[in-house]
């Protein structure tokens, strides 16, 4: 328990004060705990290393580098009411997702990005005493989350080429578990959850969320939402952060059985989305083709960037169908702190786990422009003739 004194001024006698001492304790599991971190920024990471911004190039996030299609930033220029609160019901952007998904409107929960989705569902069904099941390397925000609703995180590893040993979970389950959560692609790791594995998770009687935030750049782009209006335990999370170059505007939403999305009302302040990220999600809808080929120009780059890192005597990559690579690294060449000194000596920001399993240092590689790349594969073929040495 974590404890803080303030002195608090209070009114007395004859219009004199005086102080008063009270002691205020923060929640023990979240004094120790430790915050979510997302990528570094570029303002953040240019007032670290002096890099001027316009020169850093950002592989660290898994952004879209091409940005939101031109019809979604022409309507947001246009839009004249911003000092207006948005539709109450998101009604239209709900019906654009609809379409997308094949999914009605009534089993949509829209949010501030798929985190706030998240942090809403773990809240919804989370309390001390409870306990959510996932499979490490993942999504760190899921243990984040867990641990601010006071509940307990229980992980199963996954095996030797990250796929989810069912077996294993099934094992793992207790009276507690309400909630098994998994990835796909999974993050940072890029693998897909395979039907028949989503089957099995679904037979064990829990809640199973799905998170398709980079679903779009897998070879199963069109994902698991058909299947949410078959099963009452399946809720599937979705993003428009990644494949529609809407990072910054925060617009995801889930897909839900209907019996938990006036649950998930009930516990959502109101407006689901700004002005502006309604305005952009529903253009990107309109003008889907131009999105997904977007979407394809990634997908073979990622082609390129594997093939690139792969080729590094240092790294070992692993297949991906995200908009990113993951690679150990051999510390029998280099290290982590090697590799970051040189990257960001050139102006390359990349996303590095130390230690993410059995003690091997990793590092994560967004799936940029081709002259990302090309640059990359210049501090990488820097980076070796040091290890050479």
């Known amino acids: 328990m974590v404890s803080v004194y303030h002195d608090v001024n209070v009114e007395v006698q004859e219009g004199q ?15 120790h705990m430790s915050a979510y971190m997302p990528g570094e920024s570029l303002q953040a990471f240019s007032r670290r290393t002096d890099v001027p911004v316009e020169s850093i190039i950002k592989l660290n996030a898994n952004e879209s580098p091409y940005g939101p299609v031109p019809a979604a930033l022409h309507a947001l220029r246009s839009h004249d009411w911003y000092n207006q609160y948005p539709d109450t019901t998101a009604s239209e952007l ?13 089993q949509i929960v829209l949010g501030h990005g798929s985190m706030e989705v998240i942090n809403i569902l773990w809240y919804l069904f989370l309390a001390p005493g409870d306990a959510l099941l996932c499979c490490p390397p993942t999504f760190s925000l899921y243990a984040t989350t867990t641990k601010l ?37 999974n993050n940072p790791t890029g693998n897909l959850v395979p039907e028949d594995v989503l089957m099995q998770l679904l037979d064990m009687g829990r809640l199973v969320v ?40 925060r617009v995801g939403y889930g897909l839900f059985p209907r019996w938990i999305v006036p649950y998930m009302q009930r516990a959502q302040q109101p407006f689901e989305v700004n002005v502006a990220g309604y305005l952009a999600a529903i253009e990107t809808l309109r003008h889907l083709d131009e999105a997904q080929e977007r979407v394809q120009r990634i997908v073979e780059e990622r082609d390129r960037l594997f093939q690139l890192l792969t080729a590094q005597p240092y790294l070992n990559a692993i297949p991906s169908e995200g908009n990113f690579v993951l690679a150990r690294i051999l510390s029998n060449r280099t290290s982590l702190d090697q590799i970051r000194q040189v990257m960001e000596a050139e102006g390359i920001l990349l996303r590095y786990f130390p230690q993410l399993e059995k003690g091997q240092d990793y590092l994560r590689v967004t799936v940029g422009l081709p002259e990302h790349t090309s640059r990359l594969a210049h501090a990488l073929a820097k980076l070796g003739r040091l290890t050479s040495r």
């Open 17 to 31: 004060r005086k102080p008063l001492a009270c002691t205020i304790t923060v929640r023990p599991e979240i004094a």
């Open 210 to 249: 799905l998170d398709e935030a980079y679903t779009e750049f897998s070879s199963r782009p069109r994902g698991y939402a058909h299947l949410v209006a078959n099963y009452d335990n399946l809720i599937v999370l979705r993003t428009f952060s990644k494949w529609a170059g809407l990072a910054g505007l």
């Open 149 to 185: 609703c006071g509940a307990q995180l229980h992980t199963v590893e996954r095996t030797r080429h990250y796929k989810i040993d069912t077996n294993a979970l099934r094992a793992a389950l207790t009276a507690a578990t309400k909630m098994i959560v998994l990835c796909s692609p």
């Open 94 to 106: 709900k019906k654009a997702v609809s379409h997308y998904t094949g999914l009605d409107t009534d």
